[in-house]
């Protein structure tokens, strides 16, 4: 069986940044660092650069121990070492929806239909393919979006899109788009949300 990677590296404008996914043992999450280390080979070596942590929290014996795998498997010279926020938690997401104005919709959308309003948005039905909801704050479907979302369209990146069934056309937050592949492989999925990081759309199952 294939492993599961939970290590991944990027190359950032501000340096390397090391992200962290599931919620595994942190002496395995180790083992896996020291692995792709040791694989990445001379790609580390002699480069000076700055350290990012991502998507896990750490304490300072683990960013110790995270440290100390990286300096004792290549040659690196670690600038500035920092740890990033996590992804936004559902809790999170909540609050952001309870500090503007909600409007309620009851109806689904077919082709053709725009559904707009100047606040946070919960949809009790489905969003149609053709069909579009936009609004300034967050959006949320209780139903099948398969059309166009637009969630902080005058600008709110922290904006957020959450549905029971999410397979859309597109997903906007403020100015960032992004589209689906139309492949089928997102059936039978949980609900999920979409939000902003680093510039990029990710989409997080519903907890």
């Given at each position: 069986m294939k492993q599961q990677n939970h290590v991944i590296f990027k190359g950032t404008k501000d340096g390397i940044a090391i992200r962290f996914l599931g919620d595994i043992p942190f002496d395995a999450l180790?083992?896996?660092l020291k692995t792709k280390v040791k694989q990445a080979g001379k790609f580390f070596d002699n480069v000076t650069t700055?350290?990012?942590l991502q998507g896990r929290t750490f304490s300072e014996e683990e960013e110790n121990r995270i440290l100390e795998i990286?300096?004792?498997?290549t040659s690196m010279t670690i600038t500035h070492f920092k740890e990033e926020d996590q992804p936004k938690q559902?809790?999170?997401l909540y609050q952001n929806l309870d500090c503007m104005t909600t409007k309620f919709h009851k109806g689904s959308l077919r082709n053709g239909q725009r559904l707009e309003f100047e606040g946070s948005?919960?949809?009790l039905g489905d969003v149609n393919p053709g069909a579009e909801v936009k609004a300034t704050g967050n959006i949320i479907v209780l139903g099948q979006l398969r059309g166009i979302a637009h969630a902080g369209c005058n600008g709110l990146s922290d904006a957020f899109i959450a549905a029971i069934?999410?397979?859309p056309v597109q997903l906007r937050i403020a100015d960032i788009i992004t589209r689906f592949p139309d492949d089928g492989n997102r059936h039978g999925k949980p609900a999920e949300y979409a939000f902003v990081q680093e510039g990029q759309i990710f989409v997080m199952p519903l907890s």
């Open positions: 180790c083992e896996q700055s350290l990012i990286i300096t004792e498997n559902m809790t999170d948005l919960v949809l069934h999410m397979t």
